[in-house]
């Protein structure tokens, strides 16, 4: 039996009965797939559903993130290893040294059908800090937030930096604070489309917050007893600040 972890319009198809959901289960894809397969996790097959397609009945489509609160965290994370491959398989269609179509080599992986180029898919590192100053923490807003929560400081990794230092560096640029005593947390693949997230703890040394006006709209040293709305699991900023509201 495959579990079949299918996309429709960027959309997670699973089947329920009741209030229990899951990734369906069956020999043969329970929809038609159009493109690629991949399969992977030894019984995982992904693949990409036409949009026009018509659902069978119990199932449904829903959200990727949203689908964390719905079905097994297992199946969560298979989903998003799914999306990323479909995602990478979507967006290498043609080589970019010669412009020739790609095809595909292995399991993970493409080869142009002209020059040879082979290509693997590519994630894209992020940086989280969770900042301490005695016993506060720094949480911020970031324009691009949809919802009124604080989270990290966080930011991309740039070409010729090691981890550490895009640390020091985002914490700079966003907010005008030096740290120190940058450590590592934790890390976590966040399939939105294809990051990965790397958590560390650093501790204030100096400065005074201010922001940059492009990043962040807010935020502020707050205390345990005394911080404002943050982010849902099952985010790795979720989890940072969960783990620092435990430390009492």
């Known amino acids: 039996m495959n579990r079949w972890v299918l996309f429709c319009d960027g959309r997670l198809i ?69 999306w990323e491959l479909l995602f990478w398989d979507s967006h290498t269609r043609f080589c970019g040294d ?10 993970i992986s493409k080869i142009c059908s002209r020059c ?38 966080a930011g991309f990794v740039e070409t010729g930096e090691s981890l550490e230092e895009c640390v020091a560096r985002e914490v700079m640029e966003e907010t005008n604070l030096k740290v120190k005593n940058i450590k590592y947390f934790g890390s976590q693949a966040w399939p939105y489309p294809a990051n990965l997230m790397i958590g560390f703890t650093a501790d204030y040394e100096s400065g005074e917050i201010k922001f940059a006006d492009h990043e962040l709209s ?19 900023a979720r989890t940072m600040i969960d783990s620092w509201l435990n430390e009492r």
């Open 116 to 153: 040879g180029r082979e290509i693997f898919p590519q994630l894209s590192p992020a940086v989280l800090v969770l900042v301490r100053r005695g016993e506060e923490a720094l949480l911020v807003h970031a324009r691009n937030f949809k919802r009124p929560f604080y989270g990290l400081v």
């Open 14 to 82: 699973v089947e329920h009965e009741g209030d229990i959901f899951r990734l369906p289960l069956s020999e043969e894809a329970p929809i038609p797939i159009e493109g690629e397969i991949f399969k992977f996790g030894g019984d995982c097959v992904a693949g990409a559903v036409n949009g026009e397609a018509v659902l069978p009945p119990n199932f449904e489509s829903l959200d990727l993130r949203a689908s964390y609160a719905c079905i097994a965290e297992e199946e969560y994370i298979l989903a998003g290893k799914g």
């Open 218 to 236: 807010d935020g502020a040293f707050f205390s345990r007893d005394n911080h404002p709305s943050i982010p849902s699991p099952p985010s790795l």
């Open 98 to 107: 010669c412009g020739s179509k790609m095809r595909r080599h292995s399991a």
